[in-house]
C-alpha cells in the first residue's frame, strides 16, 4: 500500500495550502507607474512571441538593429536580435551623460558608519571605466571573448570592473565573495580565466576581512588543475594601503590603484558586440556534479532585464533603488547593476551585513539616502522580522515598491513586509524567476495586477508558463493541483547554454518535455525550470519548490513551504524549515525545525502550538515527527537555511561540507540536541 502511495507523482496531488485574497495597489503608486497598459498581456500574447520582444529591445541603443529577432537553427540554443550591434557598458553609463552627467549612479554604502558613503556619479562612473577598461586591454591584453575572473566583495569596484570588462566585450564571471578560493578556483578553471581581478579586504560583522588569501589559494588550486592564472589584479578595501597579511606574488599579483596611474585621462570606444556574443558566466550548483556556467548572451539579456527592471521593478531615472542582493548572484547582475543602470536610476550598493551593528542598520540607510524601492529576499525578511519586528516604524523612509525574491514567501511573513516595512503603503512584487532566465519568469505587473500573498503572480508579459506532469499532460489551472512548470517559449533574457557543456544545457533543461530533439521550431522545446507549482484559476502561479523540496508523506505531497508557512502563523516562531525523514511505511515524515523571535523560551507549550497549527492548516497528515526548537538556522553566506545538513542530523547521516555556511556552529549545538532526543 504504502509502495503504491509513492507512485503517485506530484503533479496529481493537491496542494494544502490556502489562497490568500488580494491586494490592489494604491492609487498613488498607479499614479506615477511605468507599466498601466493593460494590453500589453495582448501584444507580448504566445501567437506574437518572437517579435514582441522589440518592445523591450527598443528601450535600449543600438549600434545597428538586428537582421533577425531570434534564431533557433540550432534550438534549444537560441540567438537573440543576431546581427544587431550593443554595448552594454555603453548602455549603462555613455547615453545617460547628457541629461544626468551629475547624478549618482552607484551609493555605495560601507559597512562601518563611521566611514562615508561614496555617491558615484554617472561622470564619475564614465571616467572610472574608461581608465579601468585602459589598463584592462593594455597591461592584460585582454580581447573581446576573453575570460575573466572576478572574486569581488560589494564595494562600487565591482561593478566598475564588470562595466570596464564588457566595455570591450570581455566576458565576466564574478564569483560570490564569500565563496572559497577553492569554489573560485573551480570557476576559473572551468572558464579558462587567465586574468583574477578581487580586492584585499572587506568589512564583515564589524572586521575586515583578508580576502587576497583566496586569491592565493584560487591560483594555487588551478594550477593543479592545469589553468594558470598569469595575473591578479587587486583593488584596495582603502586606496592606497594594503588592508590584507597575505603577501603579493611577485610578477603575478598587481595593485589596481598602483597602475591605474599610468591611465590617467585615457578613453576607450566602447566595442560594438554583436548582439549575441557572451556578456557573463554566472556559476550555479545543480543538484549533483560541478557548478555549471549559465552563459548569458549581450543584447537579449540586457533587453530583458532593462524592460523587467522598468515594468516590474518601476524604476525611474529619478528612483533611488537598493536591492540587497549580492551581485555574486545574478540577482545582483540583473538588478543591482544592468537593469538600474540602464534606466539612469541611483543604485545602492551596501557592503555588510543587513544587521549591522544593530536591527535598525537597514532602515537608517533607507531614511538617509532616501530610497523609495527595497528589493531583498525572503530569508532577509525574516530574520529582520526576528530581531527587529518593530524598527521600521523608528525611521523616516517612503518606499512606493518593494520585491521579494529567491523563495516562496510565506503569507505571515508577506504580510509583515507589507504592513511594517512597506507601511501599508508600497506595491509588492514576488518575483519568481532563476539564475538561467536572466530576468522575471513569474510577478505581478505593479501598475496592473493585485499581489496576492504567498503567490508569485502570473507569467509576465511574453513569458507563457505551463504546468505538466510527468506524462507531459498540462495540469488545468485552478484545480490544486501541482506539478512541474515549464516555459512553453524562449525569451530574451535566458541563458545560452551552459558554458562548454551544450549537452547538459540540453539534457538538464530541455530533454524531459521535448517534443522532437531535430525540430528547429521552438514550440518543440519547452523549458524545464526544475520548480514544482500549483497555477491558480487567476493565472496565479505559487511556486512550492524545487521538484526535490516537496515531500510525499504517505502519498500525500506537500510543499515544505506550505508547512513552513503553517508554522510561522504561531506567535512565537521567526523561522521554520521542514526536512524529509525517512519513513518504513509513509515513505517519508516531516521533521520541522524552528527558531524563536527574540524574548521567548523553547518550551513543550510552543512545539505543542506547532503541532496543532500545522493539524489546523494543512491536515493530520502534516504533522511533524517532530519539531525541534534551535538557536539558529544553518545558513549559507548568502542567507539560505541549508535543509540538506538539518536533513542529514535528523536521518543520521554525515551532515558533509559545513565550510560554506555563515554559521557552522550552529551544527555541532543541532547535533547535540539530536543526540539526546535519539537517547530517549
Ligand atoms: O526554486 C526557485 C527559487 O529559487 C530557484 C532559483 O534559484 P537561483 O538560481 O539561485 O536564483 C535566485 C534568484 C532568482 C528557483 O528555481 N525561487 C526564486 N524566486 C522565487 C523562488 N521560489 C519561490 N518564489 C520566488 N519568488
Request: overall charge negative; charged content about 25%; proline content about 6%.
Amino acid at each position: 500500500m504504502a509502495e503504491e502511495r509513492l507512485d503517485v507523482s506530484e503533479a496529481q496531488i493537491a496542494s494544502h495550502w490556502k489562497e490568500e485574497g488580494y491586494y490592489p495597489p494604491s492609487s498613488k503608486f498607479v499614479a506615477q507607474a511605468n507599466m498601466t497598459d493593460e494590453k500589453i498581456y495582448d501584444r507580448m500574447a504566445l501567437e506574437n512571441v518572437p517579435d514582441c520582444f522589440k518592445e523591450y529591445a527598443d528601450l535600449l541603443d543600438w549600434y545597428k538593429y538586428w537582421d533577425e529577432i531570434l534564431d533557433t537553427s540550432d534550438a534549444p540554443c537560441y540567438k537573440w536580435f543576431k546581427g544587431g550591434l550593443i554595448n552594454a557598458s555603453y548602455n549603462c553609463i555613455d547615453r545617460h551623460l547628457a541629461k544626468n552627467r551629475n547624478k549618482t549612479a552607484i551609493h555605495f554604502v560601507p559597512e562601518l558608519e563611521e566611514e562615508r558613503v561614496q555617491h558615484v556619479t554617472y561622470q564619475e562612473l564614465w571616467v572610472r571605466v574608461n581608465e579601468f577598461t585602459a589598463l584592462l586591454q593594455d597591461f592584460c591584453g585582454l580581447k573581446a571573448g576573453d575570460r575573466v575572473t572576478l572574486h569581488m566583495p560589494m564595494t562600487a569596484e565591482l561593478p566598475i570592473t564588470m562595466l570596464a570588462l564588457c566595455r570591450i566585450g570581455v566576458i565576466h564571471s564574478q564569483v560570490f565573495g564569500g565563496f572559497s578560493g577553492k569554489a573560485c578556483a573551480d570557476r576559473i578553471v572551468d572558464s579558462q580565466s587567465e586574468v583574477l581581478i578581487t580586492m584585499d579586504g572587506y568589512y564583515r560583522g564589524g572586521k575586515i576581512m583578508d580576502h587576497k588569501i583566496k586569491a592565493n589559494e584560487a591560483c594555487d588550486e588551478a594550477a593543479k588543475q592545469g589553468q594558470t592564472v598569469k595575473k591578479v589584479l587587486i583593488w584596495q578595501r582603502h586606496p592606497g594601503k594594503y588592508s590584507a597579511e597575505t603577501p603579493m606574488v611577485e610578477g603575478r599579483d598587481f595593485i589596481v590603484n598602483d597602475l591605474l596611474k599610468n591611465y590617467y585621462g585615457k578613453r576607450v570606444e566602447p566595442v560594438k558586440m554583436p548582439a549575441e556574443a557572451p556578456l557573463f558566466l554566472m556559476y550555479t550548483s545543480g543538484t549533483t556534479g560541478k557548478p555549471k556556467g549559465c552563459q548569458h548572451g549581450t543584447g537579449g539579456y540586457l533587453a530583458y532585464v532593462t524592460a523587467t527592471s522598468k515594468y516590474v521593478q518601476d524604476i525611474h531615472p529619478e528612483d533611488v533603488y537598493w536591492c540587497m542582493a549580492d551581485i555574486g548572484w545574478i540577482t545582483g547582475h540583473s538588478y543591482i547593476v544592468y537593469g538600474p543602470l540602464a534606466l539612469a536610476a541611483s543604485s545602492v550598493i551596501y557592503e555588510g551585513i543587513p544587521t549591522y551593528p544593530d536591527a535598525g542598520r537597514c532602515w537608517r540607510i533607507a531614511q538617509d539616502l532616501g530610497v523609495n524601492i527595497f528589493h531583498t529576499a525572503p530569508t532577509a525578511i525574516r530574520a529582520l522580522r526576528k530581531v527587529g519586528p518593530d524598527e521600521p516604524a523608528k525611521y523616516d523612509y517612503y518606499f512606493k515598491h518593494m520585491t521579494t525574491v529567491g523563495e516562496p514567501i510565506e503569507p505571515e511573513v508577506w504580510k509583515w513586509y507589507y504592513e511594517v516595512v512597506g507601511k501599508g503603503k508600497a506595491a509588492i512584487v514576488d518575483t519568481w524567476w532563476q539564475t538561467e532566465t536572466g530576468g522575471f519568469l513569474c510577478s505581478t505587473l505593479p501598475g496592473i495586477k493585485a499581489m496576492k500573498p504567498g503567490s508569485a503572480g502570473p507569467g509576465m508579459p511574453g513569458i507563457h508558463p505551463i504546468i505538466l506532469d510527468d506524462d507531459g499532460n498540462e495540469v488545468p489551472s485552478g484545480e490544486g493541483k501541482a506539478g512541474n512548470i515549464c516555459i512553453q517559449n524562449p525569451w530574451p533574457g535566458m541563458f545560452q547554454t551552459i558554458w562548454g557543456d551544450r549537452d547538459r544545457f540540453v539534457s538538464n533543461y530541455f530533454k524531459r518535455y521535448c517534443k522532437d530533439p531535430n525540430s528547429k521550431d521552438w514550440r518543440d522545446w519547452p523549458y524545464l525550470t526544475g520548480d514544482a507549482a500549483i497555477m491558480a484559476e487567476d493565472g496565479y502561479v505559487r511556486i512550492l519548490g524545487r521538484i526535490d523540496d516537496v515531500i510525499n508523506v504517505s502519498g500525500h505531497r506537500l510543499g515544505t513551504k506550505e508547512l513552513e508557512s503553517a508554522a510561522l502563523v504561531v506567535e512565537e516562531v521567526a523561522e521554520a524549515a521542514v526536512v524529509p525523514i525517512k519513513h518504513e511505511i509513509k515513505g517519508v515524515e516531516p521533521d520541522m525545525f524552528i527558531a524563536l523571535k527574540p524574548g521567548y523560551e523553547p518550551s513543550e507549550e510552543i512545539i505543542a502550538k506547532v503541532q496543532k497549527a500545522l493539524i489546523d492548516e494543512i491536515g493530520p497528515i502534516a504533522k511533524a515527527r517532530k519539531v525541534w526548537i534551535v538557536p539558529d538556522m544553518p545558513k549559507t553566506r548568502s542567507g539560505k537555511i541549508m535543509r540538506r545538513i538539518l536533513a542529514a542530523i535528523s536521518n543520521n547521516t554525515d551532515v558533509g561540507d559545513t565550510m560554506t555556511l555563515a554559521n557552522p556552529e550552529i551544527v555541532e549545538a543541532i547535533q547535540e540536541m539530536a543526540k539526546k532526543f535519539d537517547k530517549k
